[in-house]
């Protein structure tokens, strides 16, 4: 069997949904962060990517998967556990909702992404929260945390001044944890020239300015994202 063929099932989980499977660089699959080679940046191998209107603002840090808990080997521990099932999760959201909420957010849908790689994310526009599949997998006792985090997004779409407030009243993470299996997948790690915050993305990424130094949730050229070499 070939290589390729035997990476398809991780290369599948992975979802590499806008490529080729079979033009994907198997080593990317294995091998750590750190050791892709430069040069084999898969940027100018598929044009298609760069022909993607991909305009995502960030303003949702967690999508980052940022920084500030770096956990030791907790590999190990990524356990056989299984992840709550999705009617538990809603058990949990209408425990939480009692717990901290007063039970003001009316039923969201909730479901697991398999595909993500962030702890969660609240859509106002979906009235949604998704659940990270392979985050969980690894961050087990962290689920009721996230769904608190998420469910104050409800109330508050960024992490400005009330949300943390919230947050912190309740005890809820401001920030979602960070594990080597988790950056594998991001291709590109963007900075922001001002702050220096750092956001590993998957994607490229145009007109997408520093959630923490750009007012509001609009584009601010002045803290544009930079891409840094690896
Ligand atoms: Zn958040
Ligand atoms: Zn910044």
């Known amino acids: 069997m070939s290589y390729v063929k035997k990476q398809m099932p991780q290369i599948k989980e992975n979802n590499f949904d806008l490529f080729d499977p079979v033009n994907i660089f198997p080593e990317l699959l294995s091998v750590p962060k750190a050791q892709i080679p430069v040069e084999n940046e898969p940027v100018s191998i598929f044009?298609?990517?760069?022909?993607?209107?991909?305009?995502?603002?960030?303003?949702?840090?967690?999508?980052?998967?940022?920084?500030?808990?770096?956990?030791?080997?907790?590999?190990?521990?990524?356990?056989?556990?299984?992840?709550?099932?999705?009617?538990?999760?809603?058990?949990?959201?209408?425990?939480?909702?009692?717990?901290?909420?007063?039970?003001?957010?009316?039923?969201?849908?909730?479901?697991?992404?398999?595909?993500?790689?962030?702890?969660?994310?609240?859509?106002?526009?979906?009235?949604?929260?998704?659940?990270?599949?392979?985050?969980?997998?690894?961050?087990?006792?962290?689920?009721?945390?996230?769904?608190?985090?998420?469910?104050?997004?409800?109330?508050?779409?960024?992490?400005?001044?009330?949300?943390?407030?919230?947050?912190n009243n309740f005890g809820v993470s401001l920030k979602a944890k960070e594990h080597p299996d988790l950056r594998l997948a991001c291709r590109y790690l963007y900075y922001c020239p001002n702050c220096d915050r750092e956001y590993p993305r998957r994607k490229r990424l145009r007109m997408a300015s520093c959630g923490k130094c750009s007012s509001g949730r609009h584009f601010d050229s002045r803290f544009k994202l930079k891409l840094k070499k690896m």
């Open 47 to 167: 044009p298609e990517l760069l022909a993607i209107p991909d305009v995502e603002e960030i303003t949702d840090i967690d999508a980052a998967v940022i920084v500030e808990n770096k956990i030791e080997a907790e590999s190990e521990s990524k356990s056989e556990k299984e992840l709550p099932s999705v009617s538990e999760l809603y058990e949990i959201f209408d425990r939480l909702n009692i717990k901290y909420f007063k039970n003001q957010i009316p039923r969201l849908i909730i479901k697991y992404s398999k595909r993500m790689y962030i702890a969660g994310s609240f859509s106002p526009l979906k009235n949604e929260i998704k659940m990270g599949w392979k985050y969980h997998s690894i961050f087990r006792d962290d689920i009721e945390d996230t769904m608190a985090h998420e469910m104050i997004h409800y109330f508050y779409p960024n992490h400005g001044r009330r949300f943390k407030d919230m947050a």
